[in-house]
């Protein structure tokens, strides 16, 4: 049996993370992992192959949309799905040897498996052909993520009813498209098959789309997401589905009560959420256990209550999101290795990468008034930014929520060009616990679109200059 100081189970965002620090601390530290591929779902099957189809749909509408045409570039677009689907693929390879590449650096051991933990410091892997490896170790740490959550009465083939795997992979546009559920998975793959011609329709429990997220921030997005073509049920529920070889028809009702509809659709993509992954992975054997969801909980320093076997990502509490499992990642790591490991919950941000996209950190308008938090609100629009306007990208705004009497930022919300990447800046000004005034008195290029930050900023005292 091999000895190890940490041996990790699961190599997505969390894990490889988690087994890269731990490599740079100097722990002997192996990481389990049964594809064939290290990263996860996010680098395999999530955000990034994702990614890289959003991007190669919104230069497909750029030119065959008009918006070429509009900036005086004539172009006949010829869509070559394959070709697309290609790229993707090649993309994602590069991702996951690049990890591959960081473990050897850093002398992680990717122990290739399925990894169960059976009792106290012990980690039984099993191997493609069926062997099985025991390695013991002085840490744990569980780092399986999350899979889809299945709808019950609707049962996804990959084939006709799809899941975030299937919908990256669909062998050709669909003329019709049904998504159930209207959170960010299911958004961001709808933009990518609206953008190559399908029609979409989003199915959606809730009397709104992206729940949790700031509710004039989502009003505003669902607006431009319905002019590009979008069809929202909101306030619905699906009882019923039936594939064929040729389509699906879903059956959807009102969820206050009415008639029931019938749907029909080339595919139908279930996206109602995801749920942590846990199925055979031992807990029962060192006494953890889940709560009704299956989550993993900790003390608020990822220690399970076991000792010695620790949780972090998707499979714990929290937001289900690449960068707080990466977050979580570090800080678990720093701790094992004796050092200060701390993630601030409260400033993870959260972003939609459609076209306008949405970026979001800290509190929303509703939670504030919820808490009694009495604060001031700043905004700007992007129609009154010169670079959004040069660039014919006006669509959407940035919100600056302070407190009203410290002038601290507690939340941050907008809908806009690239703001996936500015909101940044707000995470940075709250970890630093920055007053609306310190941004608001921060020199910003122009002209670029980040002057709308410092805009929404002055606006919190009322004196926003360029609208």
């Known amino acids: ?132 490896t025991t390695l013991e170790t002085k840490n744990i740490v569980i780092a399986t993520g ?18 975030s795997t299937g919908a990256l992979s669909l062998p050709e546009v669909p003329k019709s498209l049904v998504i159930v559920g209207a959170g960010v998975i299911g958004l961001e793959l709808g933009s990518v098959w609206r953008r190559l011609g399908a029609e979409v329709t989003v199915v959606e429990f809730l009397d709104r789309i992206c729940p949790g997220t700031d509710e004039e ?47 029909k659709a080339d595919y139908v993509l279930v996206a109602i959420g995801r749920r942590p992954y846990t199925q055979g992975l031992g807990l029962e054997t060192v006494g953890v256990q889940t709560d009704k969801r299956g989550v993993v909980g900790h003390d608020g320093h990822f220690k399970t209550g076991a000792a010695g076997v620790w949780v972090i990502g998707d499979v ?56 009694g938090i009495a604060y001031k609100v700043g905004k700007f629009p992007f129609m009154a930014n010169s670079r959004a306007k040069i660039n014919h990208e006006t669509e959407g705004f940035v919100k600056v929520l302070a407190d009203a009497k410290t002038d601290r930022i507690l939340g941050a919300h907008m809908v806009g060009p690239n703001v996936g990447d500015m909101i940044a800046e707000f995470c940075v000004a709250m970890e630093f616990a920055a007053a609306s005034e310190d941004v608001a008195r921060t020199c910003h290029p122009h002209p670029t679109r980040s002057e709308a930050l410092r805009q929404a900023a002055m606006a919190v005292e009322g004196w926003a200059m360029q609208a």
């Open 146 to 163: 999350s899979e889809p959550t299945p709808l019950p009465g609707v049962t996804v083939d990959n084939k006709r009813i799809v899941d």
């Open 217 to 263: 921030t989502a009003k505003t997005f669902q607006r431009s997401l319905t002019k590009q073509g979008f069809v929202f049920k909101l306030g619905s529920k699906v009882t019923g589905a039936k594939a064929s070889a040729k389509g699906v028809e879903l059956t959807v009702e009102p969820v206050a009560g009415g008639a029931a509809e019938t749907l």
């Open 1 to 132: 049996m091999s000895q190890y100081d940490v041996v990790i189970i699961g190599a997505g965002p969390g894990g490889y993370n988690a087994a890269i620090r731990a490599g740079q601390l100097g722990l002997k530290v192996a990481c389990v992992e049964g594809r064939e591929t290290l990263g996860g779902t996010c680098l395999n099957v999530g955000c990034m192959p994702s990614k890289a189809l959003l991007h190669a749909s919104e230069m497909y509408e750029a030119a065959a949309g008009g918006e070429f045409a509009n900036l005086g570039i004539q172009v006949q677009p010829k869509l070559d799905l394959a070709q697309m689907m290609k790229q993707k693929a090649e993309s994602v390879i590069n991702l996951t040897k690049g990890v591959e590449f960081l473990f050897k650096k850093n002398k992680v051991e990717w122990v290739k498996g399925w990894g169960r933990i059976d009792g106290p410091g012990k980690v039984v892997v099993k191997a493609a052909d069926g062997s099985e």
């Open 316 to 371: 714990t509490t929290g937001p289900m999101l690449a960068h707080k499992a990466e977050d979580e990642a570090v800080a678990c790591i720093e701790l094992i290795a004796g050092k200060a490991g701390h993630v601030n919950p409260d400033i993870i941000p959260g972003v939609i990468y459609t076209k306008p996209e949405v970026a979001t950190v800290g509190k929303t308008e509703e939670e504030l008034k919820a808490a």
